[in-house]
């Protein structure tokens, strides 16, 4: 007996010693239990033994010492740090469009290169009956981009005084299984990540750095039929709380602006060493709700307007079919889109008159009512997940002025705006599995070269060389 | 210098007096609305220089008041947190368990009730909200209602951990102050559930149902056999000292743990 007691207390006394961590101490109930069972300790001394193990993993871990609410089942942070070097030429188009053809540029070699920076850091935190809630700050207040600047123009040498962090994400999030019906179901509420399938570089419908505020819903049934499963999402988002705006006069319409995403994807998809092969079909469509009326000073500017609301009823069919070659995952993707309202949205963008309800066509506008498609397609090589993973994209994106809104289109392309045009290729490389670099250049040029001011560069060139950490 | 001796013992006498001690015991409901009381009075029928102040408000309560200091005795009815453990080291306290007596928590239901036995996963269902009728269990059709405790309770901790694999109560359970409210709301109620000490399963209204086919009782808790049993606690800081190291003396002591089972616990030994 008395070897055996000793053998069980040398185990759990190796084993503290061994293992001074949170995880064993707050593990180490089935042992002692085990051998208050076999009576090699009584209750009172495995009491002890609990307590002076909690005290040991309160004095000296790092876990121990942090005190969250009872409320709180799982608290994560997470965040990725990109330090990042891009180059720029980008040439716009002129002010104006006086002639059929093509317009002067003002400033031909419009280069430079800018050394950014890009931190994302927040928590996410599980409460009970499967609820969660989170945060996350980000560098740089466009909703476009994450980006700050080192050196930036008019600063001091090192100041601080451009770097800020902003609140890049704040949701509510209710995510269960089996409930309503579904295998799974997701609601959120406020500011966060989209759930809808976007395959692209940087996402093609939808810019990654976009945090949409409003609403959304998912509702996942798995193997509906054979091994296909089918995903069911919307989005409710805000764009204006009011459909105040430029152009507008009082009284103001107190309807706000809306931006609606409904997608169905079916997949049948296996995940194989990490990476996701099969195939993902997701139709639907992203639409704006705005004011009834419309201003061509609504219209016009489209790169960097707010309140350009209507017009937009854009229906998508993203598509994305991955395999296997030479032990890595291929992924062949596409999406092909089609505004509905991209007559009338295209009019407007071509409209000289700031004023007048209905558009007034300069002679080198063609015929702008024809502009209503996007598309991109493209091959994608290589995981991302382990070290030494290569990852080559290469995609061709073309999106037409009328097709769609530069509200929510990636800004690295094309400076984010429509009739626009090119290429994108993409390398990635992993060091570990959390740091990491990517090569990515992006060329585009315009679809119509003689349209109007702001829609679209005449050309742009962008290179990003980016030095990444997630943790 | 004749008069030395009797100054001598009014000095002594006096410091008698002074040293008198007041024994703050405060927490647990299940601890300190019956046996504690108990306990005490019999203690202080020995040490009659000794009073109690004895405050039974969840166990919660109990160890906070160890950490802060104003008491000297906390009595829980579950094992401290490792935040609170660290609570008090931060402020240079070590909280020291000594288990007083064993419970066993016993699953009541209305006298009337026509269920007579459950599982374990059964209960969780009910308790977790997975089960909101009766019929689901295999008892008449009625919609089921859940009396806890409430949140400062040990008990309400001990039962989470116990029989809910720590998941959250159904948002519909009521939350009750002590052991005796519960058993009130459940005797009025003939669809009415919920959990009390083993001190408690003998009053008129109710019915203790076995679980798994085990019951509470002395034999089963001590066996270990009783799925919901537990150990209850003295908390005080680091080894006790003087009054107090007295009374959990007295506690552990064959005369105290008679009252220990007298009350309706199951001694230590």
Known sequence: MATTRTKWLALLGSALIGAASAAFAQDSGPLIDLLVKKGLVNDQEAENLRAELVKDFAANTSAGKLDLSSRVQRFTLAGDVRVRYQYDNETQNTTTATSVTEPVQTNPNNDRSRYRYRFRFGPTVALTNNWITGLRLETANSSTSTNDDFGAPGSTNFAKDANTAYIGQVWIQYAATNKLGADRVDFRIGKYAHPFFNPGVNGFWIDTDINPEGLSEEFVFNNIFSKWSLAVRGGQYLLANNARAAGRVAPFLNTPSMLYIAQAELSNTHIFESNVYGIRIAPGFVAFSGQENNSMTLNQADTSTTSNYDNLFTLLMPVEYTFKVLNQPLAVYGTYGLNLHGAKRSDFLYSTSATSESPVFTSAAGDPSAYNQMFNFGLRFGGSRNPGDLQVTAEYRFIEPGAYSAILLDSDYNGGRTNGAGAILSVAYNWTDAVFSTVTFFHAENIDKNSIGAVGYHKADVLQIDFSAKF | ?269
């Open chain 2, 1 to 269: 210098m004749k008069q030395l001796p009797f100054l001598l013992a009014a000095v002594l006498a006096t410091a008698g007096f002074v040293r008198a001690e007041k024994l703050v015991i405060k927490g647990s409901d299940t601890l300190g609305a019956k046996l504690v009381p108990q306990l005490a009075e019999e203690y202080k029928a020995k040490n009659p220089s000794t009073s109690f102040e004895i405050a039974a408000e969840g166990s919660t309560t109990g160890i906070t008041a160890i950490i802060d200091g104003t008491a000297q005795i906390g009595m829980s009815s579950r094992r401290a947190k490792s935040t609170e453990m660290s609570g008090g080291q931060a402020k240079g306290v070590s909280l020291k368990p000594t288990i007083v007596a064993y419970d066993g928590m016993a699953v009541i239901v209305n006298a009337k009730s026509s269920v007579t036995a459950l599982t374990k996963r059964q209960v969780k269902q009910i308790f977790t909200g997975g089960a909101t009728d009766w019929s689901a269990v295999g008892g008449s059709p009625g919609k089921i209602s859940v009396y806890t405790r409430n949140t400062s309770s040990g008990t309400y901790s001990d039962w989470k951990e116990l029989a809910m694999d720590k998941l959250d109560y159904a948002p519909s359970s009521q939350k009750m102050a002590g052991n005796e409210q519960i058993l009130s709301e459940v005797a009025k109620n003939p669809n009415g559930i919920g959990y009390v000490g083993l001190a408690y399963i003998h009053a008129e209204g109710i019915k203790v149902i076995p679980i798994d086919g085990e019951s509470p009782s002395k034999d089963s808790v001590i066996a270990k056999k009783y799925p919901y049993a537990r150990p209850t606690f003295y908390y005080t800081n680091g080894e006790p000292s003087g009054e107090a190291a007295k009374f959990v003396d007295f506690t552990l002591s064959d005369e105290g743990q008679k009252i220990v089972e007298k009350v309706g616990f199951v001694p230590v030994r």
